[in-house]
């Protein structure tokens, strides 16, 4: 935890890796291991180790919230890569996993939109929304889904927040 504290993540990787090996009833190691790969956005990687921790002590809130991130950036991963069906998967075992992060969500909505699945984007983009209903970027994403399911009145009304509440955000929406 030192080494990865100092920055030295390669060095923290490698005695993760070791006291892993040494101890695999240690829950520290493959927990420490997930963290250090979820902290820079290495979601696959991160969930072996992670899904090892929460095996070795289930109580581990930490480690459930963590998989959980984890879980949820994978997912953004592949609906980005256009595999919806494994996303979705992903999602779903997340849920139980960690409480909703609208950034995530955002994230996740982001990529159905660009994929063109306004649809399915909607009720996620709508719960970012409510998570975070002073915030541009889930509004601008979620104008997007409504205009791309053919939902123009809720579109609309999006829009008019956004005009208000970033007006950025609108200006690009009107692009």
């Known amino acids: 935890v030192a080494l990865a504290s100092q920055g030295r993540d390669r060095e923290a990787e490698a005695e993760f ?3 892993a090996r040494l101890s695999p009833r240690l829950v520290d190691a493959p927990a420490n291991l997930g963290v250090l790969y979820t902290r820079h ?3 696959g990687e991160a969930i072996v180790p992670l899904r090892r921790a929460l095996a070795l002590d289930r109580g581990r809130a930490g480690v459930r919230a963590e998989l959980g991130r984890a879980l ?3 997912a953004i991963e592949l609906a980005r890569e256009g595999r919806l069906d494994e996303a979705a998967g992903l999602w779903q075992e997340a849920s139980p996993l960690a409480g909703d992060d609208p950034d995530l969500l955002r994230g996740l909505g982001q990529a159905f939109v660009e994929r063109g699945k306004g649809v399915e984007a909607i009720p996620i983009l709508e719960r ?5 209903p002073q915030r541009g970027a889930e509004r601008f994403w979620l104008a997007r889904a409504y205009r791309l399911a053919g939902r123009m009145p809720e579109a609309d009304r999006e829009a008019a927040t956004l005009r208000e509440l970033a007006p950025a955000y609108a200006a690009e929406l009107g692009r």
């Open 17 to 19: 890796q070791e006291a």
């Open 41 to 43: 956005g290495r979601f």
């Open 72 to 74: 949820r950036g994978r």
């Open 128 to 132: 970012a929304v409510a998570l975070a």
